[in-house]
């Protein structure tokens, strides 16, 4: 009789720093390997899932409790400099794409090849 791998079976670890998730069943390889963090915190399935396998809900990220815990955190806003300078570049951009639009038609119109239409 075949006995079919559930994925909820499986246990998980999440290591200290956050950022890796280590399956028990590879635990030996991973320790064959030196690659076995010895802090690593046992989760269930349902956890893995949410954090690992899950996009992150709106306006959240991933971050760890004070106990190792995975958890969604608010994505702090963005300091004022930051924004300052995401603006400026949105506006080079625009700027920039105005430009390529303009520069022909003037050209047109300096070379007296523009229409009418075109001018007005």
């Given at each position: 009789?075949?006995?079919?791998?559930?994925?909820?079976?499986?246990?998980?670890?999440?290591?200290?720093?956050?950022?890796?998730?280590?399956?028990?069943?590879?635990?030996?390889?991973?320790?064959?390997?030196?690659?076995w963090?010895?802090?690593?915190?046992?989760?269930?399935?349902?956890?893995?899932?949410e954090?690992?396998?899950?996009?992150?809900?709106l306006?959240k990220?991933?971050?760890?409790?004070?106990?190792?815990?995975?958890?969604w955190?608010d994505?702090?806003p963005r300091?004022?400099n930051?924004?300052?300078?995401?603006?400026e570049?949105?506006k080079?951009?625009?700027?920039?794409?105005?430009?390529?639009?303009?520069?022909?038609?003037?050209?047109?119109v300096?070379?007296?090849?523009?229409?009418?239409?075109?001018?007005?």
């Amino acid at each position: 009789m075949e006995t079919s791998y559930r994925f909820e079976d499986q246990i998980y670890f999440t290591c200290k720093d956050g950022l890796g998730w280590l399956a028990e069943s590879l635990k030996d390889e991973y320790i064959k390997n030196n690659n076995w963090d010895s802090t690593a915190k046992p989760i269930p399935y349902s956890v893995y899932h949410e954090f690992a396998l899950s996009e992150a809900p709106l306006g959240k990220m991933f971050n760890e409790s004070e106990d190792g815990d995975p958890i969604w955190v608010d994505i702090p806003p963005r300091p004022n400099n930051k924004l300052i300078a995401d603006a400026e570049n949105e506006k080079r951009v625009l700027m920039q794409d105005a430009t390529d639009v303009i520069i022909p038609l003037q050209d047109a119109v300096d070379l007296e090849m523009a229409t009418e239409d075109e001018i007005t």
